[in-house]
């Protein structure tokens, strides 16, 4: 029974399509002119073209997309390498801190404990700058940079050019690979 109802539903398409609008072509006695056979031979060919034209177009953009993403990505990863130590460096900051105005509680003392202190302090600069550690060259007279500097306070200037300028230097500021990681702590005169 199932197959009698297929093969009439097979039929029935068949019929259907037989009465396409190609038919009506014949009733005027003439099959496609040639333009219009030159019109369908050349309408696959456009498509093919337009859709081939689609393709390079999202081949380009993906690609470009992929090599932005890689240059993006290397970049990141660059820059994860060079500021990767950056916590432990800024908690050795103190340290640095510590020794430095230790060094100005002992001016031109000749003891050999002073020189070992000081060996000590040249020996972790040294560490700090070959992992790209670089101390602010801030004092009395620059101008007062907010990229660079944190105003503590504001203090009388001692004279009228001081005026908008660092007055004194609170705590050094520190540079990793001219990245600011610690700002440096100044006094502004008034």
Do not use: C
Request: net charge negative.
């Amino acid at each position: 029974m199932k197959k009698n109802t297929q093969s009439e539903e097979i039929d029935k398409k068949e019929e259907l399509a037989g009465e396409s609008p190609a038919i009506t072509d014949t009733d005027s006695g003439q099959g496609p002119t040639e333009g219009e056979k030159a019109e369908f031979a050349q309408d696959p060919f456009r498509k093919l073209q337009d859709d081939l034209a689609e393709a390079k177009d999202k081949y380009v953009r993906l690609y470009a997309e992929f090599d932005n993403h890689r240059r993006r990505t290397s970049k990141e990863k660059l820059e994860l390498i060079q500021n990767a130590n950056e916590q432990l460096i800024v908690s050795l900051l103190p340290i640095l801190d510590d020794f430095d105005r230790a060094e100005k509680s002992y001016p031109g003392t000749e003891d050999p404990s002073v020189d070992g202190f000081l060996l000590i302090k040249n020996k972790l600069k040294k560490i700090l700058d070959v992992y790209g550690v670089k101390a602010m060259d801030v004092g009395q007279g620059t101008d007062f940079d907010p990229d660079f500097h944190e105003a503590i306070t504001h203090a009388p200037a001692p004279e009228e050019a001081m005026k908008g300028k660092i007055v004194d230097v609170i705590e050094k500021g520190y540079l990793l690979n001219d990245k600011v990681i610690r700002f440096a702590k100044v006094v502004i005169g008034n």
